[in-house]
């Protein structure tokens, strides 16, 4: 168990439609990154908070949002939902901002319909 | 940009046997490297670590040894197991534009038989 805690696990949807996935860090860890997994593109880079600032952004569609709240959970809101947009979403936290040393959760599996 | 680049799988061997896992990396400058790996169903894992050159990084009896003259960072284990059947991911940090976030290769998976 990494101690990251993501949710919903698994979530169905259909295009168009609007989804919101949620990570709970590790205790104590100020930082939290979300990464994109699908078959075709491999493990992609979304986007990085520290502290509740956005502080890296990667390959993020428009139509993808997050935050990361004064609690320190992070929420991915995903718009617009298209059949490509059907993958594994993981979430992960490290200590700080200084380290590549990521603790990820078990993912939030999409699909889209 | 940096990108790392991993030999393919799947790579299926008998219990006992060596392994050996390919990474290499183009980056600006000597980023820390890492090896993470997922079993199924899980998140990724840190396996081990390096941060500068001819560092090796170790752990569970897998090595990796950081060679900036080939931008290498080759995963290697002496005798497999059957609970080492994984995807295995090469990773360098880039820290380009003040963040923190990891490049991941494409991954390779792991079978062992028995």
């Known amino acids: 168990d990494s101690g990251v805690t993501q949710t919903p696990k698994h979530l169905i949807t259909a295009t168009g439609q609007r989804v919101t996935l949620r990570c709970s860090p590790r205790s104590g860890d100020l930082s939290v990154y979300w990464y994109q997994q699908s078959l075709d593109q491999g493990l992609q880079f979304l986007i990085q908070?520290?502290?509740?600032?956005?502080?890296a952004k990667g390959n993020i569609l428009e139509r993808f949002s997050a935050q990361q709240f004064p609690d320190l959970h992070s929420e991915l809101n995903l718009s617009s939902l298209e059949l490509g947009d059907s993958a594994l979403y993981f979430c992960?936290?490290?200590?700080?901002?200084?380290?590549?040393?990521?603790?990820f959760g078990e993912g939030s599996r999409l699909t889209v319909l | 940009g940096n990108s790392v680049t991993q030999m393919e799988g799947p790579v299926t061997l008998s219990e006992e046997a060596f392994l050996t896992i390919n990474c290499t990396y183009t980056?600006?400058?000597?980023?820390?490297l890492f090896w993470y790996v997922q079993y199924p169903g899980e998140g990724l894992q840190l396996l081990l670590k390096?941060?500068?050159?001819?560092d090796k990084g170790s752990n569970k009896g897998f090595e990796a040894t950081y060679r900036k003259e080939t931008t290498s960072f080759h995963l290697e284990k002496g005798s497999v197991q059957v609970s080492d059947s994984a995807v295995y991911f090469c990773?360098?940090?880039?820290?380009?534009?003040?963040?923190?976030?990891?490049?991941f290769g494409t991954g390779t998976q792991l079978k062992v038989e028995l």
């Open positions: 908070y520290y502290n509740g600032e956005e502080r």
């Open positions: 992960a936290s490290s200590a700080n901002s200084n380290t590549g040393e990521l603790f």
């Open positions: 990773a360098l940090r880039d820290v380009t534009g003040g963040g923190n976030k990891l490049t």
């Open positions: 980056a600006t400058g000597y980023p820390s």
């Open positions: 390096a941060t500068k050159a001819d």
